[in-house]
């Protein structure tokens, strides 16, 4: 089985894959929930830098995602948005849902890898 | 210049499809020379109404869903049909944040993304006979 998540120090980062929709939604968002219940995990950070792709079933688990942290006063943001990701983020408004790094409409240069720790 | 192509293929309801029918729609209408935009806004239509047909229309996967194309001009109209379940309530089922498949965290965004990246969208149903969703995009028509 592929693995998308990582356990950070506080935080749990879930790589998303190259394309995320309803095929690869289940095993990520199986995957995801398996660590943030077993780890008690209440920040999720997904990185798009190897997305190209994805739709409104992947939008799903991100508000799952970002729905269940909120019970627990966690939180959800996103990073490495290419200009595909962001348009997807804009027209499902994800982007007010979930805080994504540099913001949404920013400039539509690929953005500088400057992960705060 | 007016040129016409056509192709209709089908493929099992299983959801390892609906990268197979992006894909296969994306290369069809690449001879139309459309933007990596214009190109993305469309995998992402018929990823989405594959999907859909794949998840509300049918239950067994060996089902067919029916995908078919035509380029016509600088315009490709483009049908996923499904002979399943059908939809009682279209305006109902097309209303975002609409799902009736909340157990599956379907965010309920599928018909609003179609509409989002096409410029025109059609929905017929009976329920118990299927469904069928046609959306056309003109190529070159975008801004910027």
Redesign the interface.
Known sequence: METYCELKDGYLLVHVPR?L???R??SL?MEADLLIDAYQVRKVVFDFSGTE?M???G???I??RSRNMGYCGGEVTAQNLNE?IR??FM??GLHKIVKTEGGVAGNTNRMEKNHAE | MQSKNEMRMWFDAR??N??FA?VAVASFVAEMNPTL?EI?DI??AV??AV?NA??HGYERPEDKVLLSCVIEGDTVEIAVEDTGKGIPDIEKAMEPFYTTRPE???????F??ME??MDEVQVSSAVGKGTSVRMRKKIGAQEG
């Open positions: 394309e929709d309803h095929h939604a289940g968002r792709f739709d409104s079933s939008i799903g688990v508000i799952g595909r348009k997807i027209v499902s | 959801s390892v609906e990268g992006r935009d993305s995998k992402t990823s989405e999907t794949i998840i599956l965290e379907r965010s309920g965004m599928g609003s993304f989002a990246f």
